[in-house]
């Protein structure tokens, strides 16, 4: 059911446009660029998924995670079988 839902996919098609929002964002802080690319690149991976969780609260309620994509909406519960385990941390 996870796969054949797509639910991955549609999580995916959520989250890729906040994360290259913040990285966006990110280059435009004073003095960000200033540091090593790698650097830059530790600071975006720690704080990504904490980005995606603020911008995708809205998904989330006590029973459901809502998924709104092109494809049309998938509710999930949230106490699924088939939910991966960082969908259940939000």
Known sequence: QFFSHGIFRRFQELVLPVMEASVRF??????????????????MKRNGFMVVHLALHSLVSPSFIQLDTREGCLRVRRNSYYICEQMTRL
């Not at 802080?29 to 530790?42: C, E, H, K, L, W």
């Open 26 to 43: 990110a280059k435009k802080i004073p003095g960000f660029t200033s540091f090593a690319m790698r650097d830059q690149i530790m600071l």
